[in-house]
């Protein structure tokens, strides 16, 4: 089974509309991001955890929201879409010695 | 302003030739590099992580390398194979911080 995984891997949406990204992990880990990727771009951070009650804004927070509902879950809200927010978005959680990240799958987000 | 750049942006090699790939940081202060590849449509994978005392680090055909007061690093893949092609992505964060700076990445083909 995979460490992280993401839900849903694709959607499509039309512009105004909320959608919620989904990740669960089993690292066991503290710390949750969540980034977006964009062609030509390194990947961004939008968001991070470093344990339940503790969510920091990333680089580019603005448009959306996070929940960190336990451990091992950290979900993403866009609330109301817009065509600019079409990226692959990526869920990470870290831990151990050097703090190594492990990505989810990623999730392909199309705002139409 | 920290920044992680990688060179070339992307490259083409045959089949079981050798390729080095690199990445130029100013980042600081610096804590740890790391590399990572990622498939198409996949999240990406850790290959090395090097800390400021470690020159060079290899996992299996790959191979990395730190100079620390140079501010560089390479990735260096020996006898390619088909399921090399991906993009390698060079991660550095800073001592202290949540923060990891990705380049853009090196988007490889290999080609049969």
């Known amino acids: 089974d995979a460490d992280v995984t993401q839900t849903p891997r694709n959607r499509i949406t039309k512009t105004g509309k909320r959608i919620m990204l989904e990740c669960s992990q089993t690292?066991?880990?503290?710390?949750m991001y969540w980034y977006r990727q964009d062609p030509g771009l390194g990947l961004r951070l939008i968001y991070y955890s470093f344990d339940v009650k503790d969510i920091n804004k990333g680089e580019i927070s603005d448009g959306y929201s996070v929940s960190r509902q336990a451990q091992a879950k950290f979900s993403l809200s866009l609330e109301s879409a817009i065509p600019n927010q079409t990226a692959l978005y990526f869920c990470?959680?870290?831990?151990?010695?050097?703090?190594?990240?492990?990505f989810g799958p990623g999730t392909r987000l199309t705002v139409l | 302003k920290n920044q992680v750049e990688q060179s070339p942006q992307s490259l083409i090699i045959l089949e079981g030739k050798n390729c080095t790939l690199q990445?130029?940081?100013?980042?600081?202060?610096?804590?740890?590099l790391r590399w990572y590849k990622q498939d198409t449509g996949r999240g990406p994978v850790s290959l090395t992580i090097m800390t400021f005392s470690e020159n060079t680090k290899s996992n299996g055909r790959y191979t990395a390398t730190l100079d620390a007061d140079t501010k560089q690093s390479s990735l260096h893949i020996t006898a390619s194979q088909l399921s090399d092609s991906a993009s390698y992505i060079c991660v550095v964060s800073g001592t202290g911080t949540y923060k990891y700076i990705f380049g853009t990445g090196t988007r490889l083909k290999v080609l049969a």
């Open positions: 990445c130029n940081y100013t980042v600081s202060p610096f804590s740890n």
């Open positions: 990470a959680a870290s831990g151990g010695r050097y703090n190594e990240q492990f």
């Open positions: 690292k066991g880990h503290d710390r």
